[in-house]
């Protein structure tokens, strides 16, 4: 499957943004889809999964009513709104299916998005 994230960027502390996570190849709908991030030098950080259906959501307590997870099931296009950012959230991010997560699979990973939080 092919993975592409977008909607990174440069942010002010509290600010917002909204990442998106292109999928082909695979029969999106049938996934539960995660977010991840890596910080430099950090291992990688799990942030939130969603079901197949979009009904079922789960998030790390680091990101917790500040991040909404969400999908598009008929683009076929995973989001993640990101609000209140702190400069801890600066990272790369990247989507990717729950299954390959599980399995610390990272050969599908797609370029990620760069997400800086600085003033």
């Known amino acids: 499957g092919q993975l592409v994230e977008s909607g990174g960027g440069l942010v002010d502390p509290g600010g917002s943004l909204r990442l998106s996570c292109a999928t082909a190849?695979?029969?999106?709908?049938?996934?539960?889809m995660t977010w991840v991030r890596q910080a430099p030098g950090k291992e990688v950080e799990w942030i939130s999964d969603?079901?197949?259906?979009?009904?079922?959501?789960y998030y790390n307590d680091s990101v917790k009513g500040r991040f909404t997870i969400s999908r598009d099931n008929a683009k076929n296009i995973l989001y993640l709104q990101m609000n209140d950012l702190k400069p801890e959230d600066t990272a790369l991010y990247h989507c990717?299916?729950?299954?390959?997560?599980?399995?610390?699979?990272?050969?599908?990973w797609g370029p990620g998005t760069q997400v800086t939080v600085s003033s």
């Open positions: 990717m299916r729950y299954s390959d997560y599980v399995k610390r699979d990272f050969s599908s």
């Open positions: 190849g695979f029969y999106f709908t049938s996934y539960y």
């Open positions: 969603i079901n197949g259906k979009g009904d079922l959501t």
